[in-house]
């Protein structure tokens, strides 16, 4: 099996600062857990300088459910990782 890294725009909204949607890979996410802030002992090797990042679970509007780990490098924010 061959790894592969895609790049999607990626667009998060917040609400009171926790984020609370998003738009990524073409599909609209709601996030249907409670987020929780990653910091420097808990980021998992980041690719570069990340200036916030987050771990949460996202379901989109068919029921397809993955735990997202992204990160803001400053300019913009990224998905690093996706789980199922």
């Known amino acids: 099996m061959e790894a592969r890294a895609f ?4 667009t998060l909204w917040f609400v009171d600062d926790v984020p609370a949607r998003m738009f990524f890979g073409g599909r ?3 996030v249907t857990d409670t987020p929780t802030r990653l910091g420097p002992a808990t980021w998992p090797s980041p690719p570069e300088p990340v200036a916030h990042a987050w771990r949460f679970q996202a379901t989109d509007r068919s029921g397809v459910s993955f735990v997202f780990d992204v990160y803001d490098d400053g300019d913009h924010w990224h998905v690093h990782r996706a789980y199922s």
């Not at 790049?7 to 990626?10: A, G, P």
Request: aromatic share 14%.
């Open 7 to 10: 790049e999607h725009d990626l």
């Open 28 to 30: 609209r996410w709601s």
